[in-house]
């Protein structure tokens, strides 16, 4: 009996020992967060505080002084030089890592960061060829991944679009792929070789492409252009009507070249009658021009402006009122002459500054199309079609 009762009275005796025992333990704790606080010199906070602030030359300058009094700290060393790169003060971001580099204390893991670091620097200074070097000796360790990534980047830039697409078959995992990256690189191999008559060659990466990203429109833009150049009309109506289930929109920079493709083979009217079903089915497409002038030489200029006037009414914008004013002109009254005259060349100079094609990624803006975005890098995010920004 008296043992049941030690039992449930232990507990309510031990209590006041366990909140002693707890209590203790909070002050040694807070003892040790107040001195750790008091260790850190108030010239960090200082930069922290001025980086929130986004002022980074105040941030450096405040770093700077807290390594002068903790020379051998690796961590704000490292940080340090990355903000200098950040600044576009390479030099002093270059002087940094090297002599971190030097430290008997950077070993292994940390020696790879900071040559991953220096890299960087050498790469942002311009000096890509030490910066390739660099890369290339951490293909084989823990940055391998990021390593791989800026070499990519690096022969993309270069335009060694081989080594391009080793670097990104070695970065393609099953969690990230880059395929679509890969589909380009071919593409632009594809077209070197075009340029150059060098059609086995063009046709066999236009493959690979196609194997990489088989909704690659580039490739079959590419390889209608090879199956035209050699002839084979056929085909190349084949190649260039594909795009339509790739990716409709890319059908505006074939238009033209699918009408020929089918001139070759005379047959113009089905031709024309392919390019406005298009236009039907997906009005966002701009090929009213090449139908106008098209229709023109097959149906004479009433039938031809009639089609036009057809497909500006279906979706009026800027470019279709100019194309419109344009049709009514000759046919207008010579005292509104004038001024339809006028008012269609405000709306030309305005169709130059608001419709132009548009990166989706970082909404760079140009009348010139881009595969590569020359802002952000990024392949095939402008916008096919020029819209009104």
């Known amino acids: 009996m008296e043992n049941e009762l030690w039992f449930f009275l232990l507990p309510v005796i031990l209590l006041p020992v366990f909140f002693a025992m ?21 010239g960090f906070y200082r930069s922290l505080d001025a980086l929130v602030d986004h002022n980074s ?16 700290s690796y961590d704000l060393n490292l940080t340090l030089g990355k903000l200098y790169r950040q600044r576009g003060e390479n030099d002093k971001a270059i002087s940094m890592h090297k002599a971190l580099l030097d430290s008997p204390d950077t070993v292994h893991e940390k020696r790879e960061q900071v040559l991953f670091e220096l890299a960087q620097n050498y790469q942002s200074a311009g000096l890509v060829d030490r910066a390739e070097q660099i890369f290339l000796s951490l293909l084989e360790g823990d940055m391998a991944r990021q390593a791989c990534q800026h070499l990519m980047s ?3 830039q270069d335009r060694d679009w081989e080594k391009a697409i080793d670097m990104a078959q070695r970065l393609n995992k099953d969690d990230q792929t880059y395929q679509f990256e890969i589909a380009q690189f071919y593409c632009e191999l594809a077209q ?6 060098n059609f086995d060659v063009a046709r066999y990466h236009v493959g690979k492409a196609l194997e990489a990203n088989k909704k690659c429109t580039r490739a079959n833009m590419i390889l209608g252009d090879i199956e035209y150049r050699q002839g084979n009309f056929a085909a190349a109506v084949d ?3 594909a795009i339509e289930q790739q990716n409709h929109a890319y059908l505006t920079m074939v238009g033209e070249k699918l009408y020929e493709a089918y001139a070759a083979q005379d047959k113009r009217e089905e031709g024309l009658n392919q390019l406005f079903g298009y236009m039907k089915t997906f009005p966002d497409l701009n090929l009213i021009d090449v139908i106008y002038e098209k229709a ?6 009433s039938e031809a402006a009639q089609l036009a006037l057809e497909l500006v009414r ?39 500054k608001a419709v132009m094609h548009r990166c989706r990624n970082c909404h760079f803006k140009s009348q010139a199309f881009f ?7 990024k392949w095939e995010t402008f916008t096919a079609n020029k819209i009104e920004v």
């Not at 070197?192 to 008559?197: D, I, M, R, T, Y």
């Not at 002459?337 to 169709?351: E, H, N, T, Y």
């Open 371 to 377: 595969w590569l975005c020359p802002a952000c890098n």
């Open 154 to 156: 690096i022969y993309q």
């Open 57 to 72: 030359g105040r941030a450096a300058r405040e770093l700077a002084e807290v390594i002068d009094q903790q020379p051998q």
């Open 22 to 42: 707890g209590w203790f333990a909070a002050r040694v704790d807070m003892k040790t967060v107040l001195k750790q606080a008091k260790s850190i010199p108030s």
């Open 314 to 352: 279906q979706k009026p914008d800027l470019g279709g009122v100019y194309r419109l004013l344009g049709l009514k002109l000759s046919d207008m009254n010579p005292t509104w002459k004038a001024d339809a005259d006028m008012m269609r060349s405000v709306i030309g100079r305005q169709l130059q």
């Open 239 to 241: 190649a260039y009507s």
């Open 192 to 197: 070197a070789a075009l340029f150059k008559s």
């Open 296 to 301: 023109l030489l097959l149906k004479g200029e």
